[in-house]
């Protein structure tokens, strides 16, 4: 099985999942990734979006077991979906936690701020100087947005507003979706229409979990993936 973890976090937030999860099945082999531009891994050489992101990553999947288990959170998700549309051969399943597939009912897509479009105008002129921009930036943008810099800017501006509903349509792999029942960041609401959606879904909502489903209920996505890899036996 392959994972591939959130924005701004790195492949140690599966280590505890993944290491039950091996202790009991000797028989899985499990790889959990620093995704480009985290952890240990380079930023990758031009923006994108999870498409993008899935071009980097798509090699992985001809250096694992011919059937592979993909297990993806929040950012990581968006990924897994694109590479099991591409790679339905290789891909056998998916594992999603907190993934934003669908924009959320209660927060229908949204222009920036007027003052922040308009300075970004004046910039885009030359009418206004980088450092002043960069205030606006810090002043407007989301609290990722503001830790990002360089091209991982462009990829947060890129992915932020996709979403995927016509992925969802073409997945015919089974999905599993682990969803904490506290996620304010992408509420259970978005896995339930996503569930609907996809072919072969079961949905699983996590009393005491928010959107960090893999650091604070390892068990539970441990016990998601066996099921998962158990189905390929």
Not at 166 to 190: C, H, K, M, Y
Request: aromatic fraction near 6%; charge should be negative; proline fraction near 6%.
């Amino acid at each position: 099985m392959l994972a591939l973890h959130g924005w701004g976090r790195s492949h140690a937030d599966f280590d505890t999942a993944l290491a039950d999860l091996v202790q009991s099945r000797a028989d899985i082999g499990a790889v959990a990734l620093d995704l480009p531009g985290f952890g240990a891994s380079p930023a990758p050489p031009a923006a994108g979006g999870a498409a993008a992101y899935a071009d980097l990553i798509e090699p992985v999947l001809d250096d694992c077991a011919a059937r592979v288990v993909v297990v993806g959170h929040s950012f990581g998700g968006r990924i897994a979906v694109e590479l099991a549309v591409r790679r339905p051969e290789r891909v056998a399943s998916l594992v999603l936690c907190g993934v934003p597939l669908l924009r959320r009912a209660d927060r229908p897509a949204t222009k920036p701020a007027l003052r922040y479009r308009f300075a970004r105008g004046l910039h885009r002129r030359g009418l206004l100087g980088e450092a002043a921009m960069e205030g606006m930036r810090q002043r407007f943008g989301s609290a990722d947005y503001r830790n990002a810099s360089g091209v991982m800017r462009d990829v947060l501006v890129a992915a932020v507003n996709e979403t995927y509903e016509t992925q969802l349509d073409a997945i015919s792999q089974p999905v599993e979706l682990l969803w904490g029942r506290n996620d304010d960041e992408v509420p259970p609401e978005v896995a339930e229409r996503a569930a609907r959606m996809l072919a072969v879904a079961r949905l699983t909502v996590l009393d005491g979990a928010d959107h960090f489903v893999p650091t604070e209920a390892p068990a539970a996505l441990s016990a998601a993936i066996n099921r998962r890899c158990e189905s390929l036996a």
